[in-house]
Nanobody, 126 residues
Framework: QVQLVESGGGLVQAGGSLRLSCAASGRTFSRYYMGWFRQAPGREREFAAAISRSGATTYYAESVKGRFTISRDNAKNTVYLQMNSLKPEDTAIYYC???????????????????WGQGTQVTVSS
């Protein structure tokens, strides 16, 4: 088990940037794949990005590819989501999640993740 706490959300104008952080408790952080999901009002939770245990491999949803960057610092037990060129449609609650085991076929599925943070609100104004 790992406890996750997100931070860094806020209000930003379209075209701006935000950096989300997700701090994890425990000494086993490096054993987990990490992902970021988001949920807009009235919509289902959707995958945004994921990163392998070492950080060597990253995966992105098409809607954020080229604008968002996921990274991790295993020494600090933290995963990040750098969001650039933000659009109003990026407005959502952003959640980080941890999974002990993932494949390229399952990483976009929220049910594959074992632990979730409480979420942080990102609002992009037009």
């Amino acid at each position: 088990q790992v406890q996750l706490v997100e931070s860094g959300g806020g209000l930003v104008q379209a075209g701006g940037s935000l950096r989300l952080s997700c701090a994890a408790s425990g000494r086993t952080f490096s054993r987990y794949y990490m992902g970021w999901f988001r949920q807009a009002p009235g919509r289902e939770r959707e995958f945004a990005a994921a990163i392998s245990r070492s950080g060597a491999t990253t995966y992105y949803a098409e809607s954020v590819k080229g604008r968002f960057t996921i990274s991790r610092d295993n020494a600090k037990n933290t995963v990040y989501l750098q969001m650039n060129s933000l659009k109003p449609e990026d407005t959502a609650i952003y959640y980080c999640a941890a999974a002990f085991s993932l494949t390229t076929a399952t990483m976009k599925k929220s049910e594959e993740y074992d632990n979730w943070g409480q979420g942080t609100q990102v609002t992009v104004s037009s």
